[in-house]
Each structure stands twice: as structure tokens, then as C-alpha cells.
């Protein structure tokens, strides 16, 4: 795998081979300067900065020497990487994890990149690359692909979000003639989270509980999930998404009540963060069964490595889905930079909120246990939020909840 750090930050990275348990050697590069860090099962146990000789090069395996030596290539805002995955050694060094170097970096602060020392090339590196994940980075790099149609009830919906004179009878009325956007806003006003004690039975009475932002979520996250996949692992990975980017969604609202941001745009933008990778599922799906014609069956090795191959492109991916959705500009923002909230231009604290969210519901979901809450107060989006341990304490058990809430509404 390999791409750039403007795209794909060094942290994103560090977060992506920690929670995935990578094995295999990730080389960095801006101008002249190199960086290449060893990773086992997903623990770092080594980083080395490389010069002209081996004598000159600086190697850390200690946490204190990676800290050091990480500081530099953390502020990189450019540049490329490449990861190579390798066979695990069992008798490899354990290392350390990837969220405590991160988190003794942010506590010291980053310095200022100054020039890098001008270094000799190193050697290129070699990649075996899958034919499905080639062919999915030529696909998004061309822009060879179709994005996902505005429904006519999707498209009412966001004209009547614009319009200040539009009344919601107007929303209800749009909505009524879609089955599957109706099926979705009854279910979303039944919810224990929308839930005043009273059933919701009918359109208008379920759009004057919703609000038109939350209207505006919903209509194109139907239209972004709607597409068939043929692929099961695919289907399966599509229908995890949708729930997860519901959980989020209604997180990051609750959150954006707690920090006094709008709830309706929180829930919006938590809804959409992961918009690229649902358009990714569908350009793998073709892919795959272009292959599958042409006699290359994709080896199982690439569907079973799918959440990387969806990581590495889905934020490009989604910012060109905003544009010609032409959603508003907090979307976009938050589709862009939701791994890394500091680099967000607008928005930012909106940006923060559905960071959070993301972050501690992917560990939910995959089962690990929550960061400590120390570590979870230094991440960029609890910075950014002036979130502190004492605050972090109790996120974990309110993430549960949400998590619960959007499998009962997925159910």
C-alpha cells in the first residue's frame, strides 16, 4: 500500500496499523528525508531515520528514541509512504503501542518542521500489490467511477433544507412518496433516542420531530446505501457501515448538545463522515466482477483485507461525493478530516465532535478495550473540545448506548 501523507497523515497511519495488527516495515518520505518504521502485530518496535551511512543513521527501539525520533515526521502536512506487509516472527520484540507514542508526542507538542537534511535516495521499495487494490487506486486516481443518484426525495429535501420560507408540511410531503426514505425516518422518530413516550405513525408527525437537517441526513444516507452489492463479504461490510455511521451520528448529536454545537448539523455530519467508503464498496464490487469475467478471480486475501483497502482512499473518495451532492460546507469538512479534526478549516469543533464519536465507537465495535482516559484527553479532538481525564472518564458508557440504539434501529 502506498500514498500520500496530504491525503493519508502519518497518524491515520499509526492509528490504521495499531488497530489492524499490522505486520511490515512503513517507509516515509518528504523531499530527501526518510524515515522507515518496523511494526509487529501492530506494535512499533523500531524507528529509524536513514543517512548517508549506517553510521549516520539514528535508530530507536526504546519508547523515549521512538518519541524522539517520531516528532519530525508527525508534522509532515506532505509527502508519500509505503507499507509492506511482512510474514509475523513470533520471536519478534512485543514493542509498543502506537496510541501511547502518539499520545507522549501531542503531550510535548510538535515542533516546527524546519528543512530536512538532504539525504542520499534510498533504494526504491519493491510491493506486491493485489490486482482488486490496483485496480481500485487507478479507478478512485482517474475518477473512473459513478457516484451514488439523488433520489427525487433526497434532492426535494435538500432544495426545502435551503429554502428559509420551506415549511416542513413541504418535507413530509416529499417524503411520503418513498418508501424506503419513509421506512427510515419512522424508524429513526421511534427511536429510544427520539422517543418523547409517544408511538409515530405518520410522515408529518415523524418530520416535525426530526427537523429538516436531521431529514436531510437520513434521505442521502439512503441513497448512498441503497446500491446492491453482489459480493457477501461486501454486502455484509455495507450493512456494518450503515450502522455504524448511524451510531455515530447519533453520538456525535448527543455530544454537540454537551458542547453546545447545533445537533442537527452534529448528527448530519456524523451520518456522512464515512461517505467514501460506501462509494468504494461499489467500485470494488464492479471490480470484482470484472475480474471474475476476465477469469482473475480477486485472491481472498484482498477482501479479507478490505477495511484497509477502504481506509486508504474513502476521505478523496468522499470529498468528491460532497461536492457533487453539494452538501454543506460542515460535511465536507468533517468527510475530509475526521481523522485528523486539526487539520479542519471550518468547523472545526463540529469536526472534533464527530472525530471523538468515530473513535470510540470503532473500538466498541471491534470489541478492544477504550483507551484510558488520559490518553483519550490528549487525542487532537478532545483538545480541540477542552475535553479533560475527568471528562473522558464517562464517554465510553454513553458510546455503548448509541451503539446499542443504532442496532436496535438497524435491526
Known amino acids: 500500500m502506498r500514498g500520500d501523507l496530504a491525503q493519508t497523515s502519518l497518524e491515520a497511519l499509526l492509528h490504521w496499523a495499531g488497530r489492524d495488527k499490522k505486520t511490515g516495515l512503513l517507509g516515509l518520505e518528504e ?3 526518510r524515515y522507515a518504521l518496523s511494526f509487529v502485530a501492530g506494535r512499533l518496535v523500531e524507528c529509524c531515520r536513514q543517512g548517508a551511512a549506517a553510521s549516520e543513521r539514528e535508530h530507536g527501539r526504546g519508547s523515549g528514541e521512538m518519541v524522539r525520533l517520531l516528532r519530525v515526521p508527525l508534522g509532515w502536512r506532505s509527502g508519500r509512504f509505503v507499507f509492506q506487509s511482512k510474514a509475523l516472527d513470533p520471536a519478534a520484540p512485543a514493542g509498543i503501542d502506537p496510541e501511547w507514542i502518539l499520545a507522549q508526542v501531542r503531550s510535548a507538542g510538535l515542533p516546527q518542521v524546519q528543512a530536512a537534511q538532504p539525504l542520499p535516495a534510498a533504494a526504491p521499495a519493491t510491493e506486491t500489490h493485489s490486482v482488486l487494490a490496483l485496480r481500485v487506486a487507478e479507478t478512485v486516481t482517474r475518477r473512473d467511477y459513478r457516484l451514488p443518484v439523488v433520489s427525487a ?20 410531503e416529499a417524503i411520503s412518496g418513498d418508501s424506503a426514505l419513509s421506512a427510515a425516518v419512522l424508524r429513526c422518530a421511534n427511536s429510544a433516542w427520539n422517543s418523547r413516550g409517544r408511538r409515530i405513525d405518520s410522515i408529518p ?9 436531521t431529514l436531510l441526513g437520513l434521505a442521502m444516507s439512503v441513497c448512498l446505501h441503497s446500491k446492491k452489492l453482489r459480493e457477501p463479504r461486501l454486502r455484509a461490510a455495507q450493512a456494518d457501515l450503515s450502522r455504524h455511521s448511524l ?17 442537527e448539523q452534529a448528527f448530519l455530519c456524523g451520518l456522512m463522515h464515512d461517505m467514501g467508503k460506501a462509494v468504494l464498496m461499489g467500485i470494488t464490487d464492479n471490480l470484482l466482477r ?9 485472491e481472498a486475501q484482498v477482501l479479507g483485507d478490505l477495511d484497509s483497502l477502504l481506509f486508504q482512499h474513502h476521505c478523496e473518495v468522499g470529498r468528491v461525493l460532497c461536492a457533487k451532492w453539494e452538501l454543506p460546507e460542515a460535511v465536507g469538512q468533517t468527510v475530509a478530516y475526521h481523522h485528523e479534526p486539526e487539520r479542519a478549516e471550518s468547523n472545526q469543533a463540529l469536526v472534533a465532535v464527530v472525530a471523538l464519536a468515530n473513535t470510540l465507537l470503532n473500538f466498541l465495535e471491534r470489541g478492544e478495550p477504550l483507551p484510558e482516559a488520559r490518553l483519550l484527553a490528549r487525542t487532537a479532538a478532545a483538545r480541540i473540545l477542552g475535553i479533560g481525564p475527568d471528562r473522558a472518564e464517562g464517554l465510553g458508557e454513553a458510546a455503548a448506548q448509541f451503539l446499542q440504539q443504532s442496532r436496535e434501529l438497524a435491526a
Open 205 to 213: 408527525m415523524a418530520v416535525a420531530r426530526l427537523g429538516f437537517r
Open 247 to 263: 451510531s455515530v451520528a447519533l453520538f456525535s448529536r448527543h455530544l454537540a448538545v454537551q458542547f453546545r454545537l447545533d445537533d
Open 153 to 172: 426525495a433526497a434532492l426535494r429535501v435538500g432544495q426545502l433544507s435551503r429554502d428559509p420560507r420551506a415549511s416542513l408540511a413541504h418535507a413530509a
Open 290 to 298: 470484472d475480474l471474475a469475467r476476465k477469469g482473475r478471480p480477486a
Open 31 to 33: 523531499g530527501s528525508a
